[in-house]
């Protein structure tokens, strides 16, 4: 099952400079841009976390070209979250009915 909101995830310096090289090399998908821009203003701003709406974190992770060992971290630790959210997400409980019925 799926849910909206954010992936967010913490990346080392190399996790970020690496993953902001892979970005050029991964295959178009919708998205692209605005992970390209995240990722961009997470290395100028030396910030060490990085957040994506769930449904371009998910595009991303399967097309994200994993070219180093900081790479395949990085598409793991997106994986990750978005394993760790769906867990985080509580199902839906059935309607159970409480009423007391007379005898």
Do not use: W, Y
Not at 11 to 20: D, F, I, K, M
């Amino acid at each position: 099952m799926r849910h909206d909101g954010e992936i967010c995830i913490g990346l080392s310096r190399a996790e970020l400079t690496a993953v902001r090289e892979a970005v050029e090399l991964t295959p178009n998908f919708n998205g692209r841009l605005e992970v390209r821009e995240t990722i961009r203003a997470a290395v100028r701003a030396r910030s060490h976390n990085v957040s994506l709406e769930r449904e371009v974190a998910e595009r991303f992770a399967r097309r994200l070209v994993a070219v180093d060992l900081p790479t395949a971290l990085v598409r793991a630790k997106l994986f990750r979250a978005i394993q760790d959210a769906d867990r985080a997400v509580p199902a839906p409980a059935a309607a159970v009915d409480h009423s007391v019925r007379a005898a």
